[in-house]
């Protein structure tokens, strides 16, 4: 292993969303270069499969399917990490769900999903790790927490607006946590993808956001995951002194 690819060596990375996106695709790119990585999502048959996969490349996974929603099973995920991984030191918090309509539609139930995953499921997880990058970066000088935010936290979309409030959340309580984890030596960062070819789309149901998707789909080339993992693994391998706090990254044509 090139020191390049052992830039996360004797880490130990938990990545929520893992089950398919930028979360798979993160979770493979920080094995690749030698960390143990902590796989949570809901189907567990999509971890399963990514963890053999990741076992076969010589990497270590441990499968966690639990709900970020749920605060006692990302307790629960924490223990577990502690116990067969060792402390965590870098947590990426990207599972996210985007669903889409006007307002005056009062879809509740939708609105009442994505603060329950992109707001609450964060903090719950937050809440679950940040003793152990706490603890880790006592002993090791750093620690990561990252999470996904989106281009919606900057901007403005028809039909996304408790999506793009729940982004905007993200960001913002991202800044703010540095104020209580800088110090500590754990750095706190928000990536802001522009389009990125993911489930998030399949998400959406309404037909107005469908056709916008669809429209800026066949003039825009979207971002991969694998852009985005590489952002996560750059980010968290600077120098110890080093917070990139807020990153957006976008498809060179989406203006």
């Known amino acids: 292993m090139t020191n390049i690819q052992a830039r996360h060596q004797n880490r130990v990375a938990v990545i929520t969303g893992a089950s398919s996106g930028i979360g798979e695709a993160t979770a493979r790119r920080l094995a690749a270069s030698g960390a143990s990585v902590a796989l949570v999502a809901r189907r567990a048959d999509r971890l399963e499969t990514l ?15 639990a709900d970020v929603a749920d605060a006692d099973a990302m307790r629960a995920a924490a223990a577990e990490v502690e116990a067969k991984l060792g402390r965590a030191d870098l947590l990426f918090n990207n ?7 006007p307002v005056d539609e009062v879809a509740t139930e939708d609105w009442q999903r994505m603060i ?10 937050i809440g679950a790790f940040v003793p152990q990058l706490v603890a880790s970066a006592a002993e090791k ?21 408790v999506y793009v409030a ?4 993200v960001t913002h309580l991202s800044k703010n ?5 800088g110090p500590k ?6 990536i802001e993808p522009g389009l990125v070819e993911t489930e998030l789309q399949g998400h959406v149901t309404d037909a107005g ?3 916008w998707l669809d429209g800026v789909r066949e003039t825009l080339t979207w971002l991969k995951p694998d852009d985005i993992a590489e952002t996560v693994a750059f980010l968290t391998s600077l120098p110890a002194r080093v917070n990139l706090q807020q990153v957006t990254v976008m498809p060179t044509s989406q203006v």
Not at 95 to 101: I, K, N, P, S, T
Not at 141 to 161: C, E, H, K, R, Y
Not at 177 to 181: F, G, K, N, V
Not at 185 to 190: E, F, I, Q
């Open 51 to 65: 963890a053999k996969e990741i076992d076969q490349d010589g990497g270590t996974a441990l499968v966690l399917a």
């Open 95 to 101: 599972a996210g769900v985007m669903l889409a309509a």
């Open 116 to 125: 329950d995953v992109n707001m609450t499921g964060l903090m719950n997880t």
């Open 141 to 161: 000088g750093v620690a990561d927490l990252v999470n996904t935010s989106s281009i919606g936290a900057q901007a403005i979309f028809p039909s996304f607006g």
């Open 166 to 169: 729940s982004k905007a959340f």
């Open 177 to 181: 946590l540095r104020a209580d984890l």
């Open 185 to 190: 030596n754990v750095r706190v960062a928000a």
């Open 209 to 211: 956001a469908l056709e």
